[in-house]
């Protein structure tokens, strides 16, 4: 009878061990299948239209097809629930720009019953302005004949052979200076008149889009009850009532 020896077992159990984790291993597959099959007996089916207008049904929708809208479906077929399309990035746009017209449309209405309102308004406005610019035509005309008489009278001492006095010098320097003041004050009032101009001619085709759109009636022609029917003063009568504006004293006439 032969001795019994542990050696010999030793590779007996390793093969059993290695047979046992291929089991294991399998066994662990197997099982996860399994599962995953479940899973996807109980997961959700997708119904949307492809882009030959053909109805597709998957477990899954390609992401450019997801804005179109689709359908969610149970295991079963039955109907869990529509998702309806996105709204197209045109029509959105147009929302906006609709909302954005209401809001202003709006916020004029509260100021002006008609595009004659408007343009009232725009007049008076103006009247003003157009003041403000025939004063700087005025002050411009004067400092010019002023200049005329300096240079002249400069020039009669070129004439005679002497040198220009300093104070003929000094005093046409200043005028030159009154001169592009004035200049400057002017642009800046015909530059105000066209800003004038631009805001109100917008503010009356806004008004006329939002009452086309929002408004059953078309806006009514008149002036309201916050309006008078007296015509605005003209920029003649309203410089004849103002003082000139303020300036540089003009530069004294030069003597000999």
């Not at 197209?88 to 720009?97: N, R, V």
């Not at 200049?147 to 300093?166: F, H, N, Q």
Request: glycine residues 4%; charged residues 25%; proline residues 4%.
């Amino acid at each position: 009878m032969h001795g019994f020896s542990f050696m010999s077992v030793i590779p007996k159990l390793a093969f059993v061990r290695v047979a046992f984790a291929r089991v294991a291993t399998i066994s662990i597959a197997l099982g996860m299948l399994a599962l995953s099959q479940v899973a996807l007996a109980q997961g959700y089916t997708y119904r949307y239209v492809n882009d030959e207008g053909v109805k597709v049904m998957g477990n899954s929708i390609p992401p450019h097809y997801v804005s179109r809208g689709y359908e969610v479906l149970s295991a079963t077929g039955r109907l869990l629930r529509v998702v309806e399309p996105a709204p197209d990035p045109e029509f959105l746009a147009a929302a906006k720009a609709k909302a954005e017209l209401k809001e202003k449309y709006d916020h004029l209405a509260m100021r002006y019953s008609s595009e004659h309102d408007i343009e009232a308004a725009k007049q008076r406005k103006l009247v003003h302005v157009d003041a403000s610019i025939l004063l700087a035509d005025s002050s411009i005309d004067r400092v010019q004949e002023q200049i005329d008489k300096t240079t002249l009278r400069a020039a009669s001492y070129e004439r005679a052979g002497k040198a220009v006095p300093k104070r003929v010098v000094d005093a046409l320097a200043l005028l030159d200076e009154k001169m592009s003041a004035n200049k400057m004050i002017k642009a800046s009032r015909v530059a105000e008149k066209q800003a004038i101009v631009d805001r109100f001619e917008a503010d009356k085709a806004l008004f006329l889009k939002g009452a086309a759109t929002f408004e059953e009636k078309a806006p009514h022609e008149g002036s309201s009850a916050q309006e008078s029917d007296q015509e605005p003063l003209s920029a003649e009568q309203v410089t004849s009532s103002l003082e000139d504006e303020p300036l540089e004293h003009a530069a004294k006439a030069v003597t000999e």
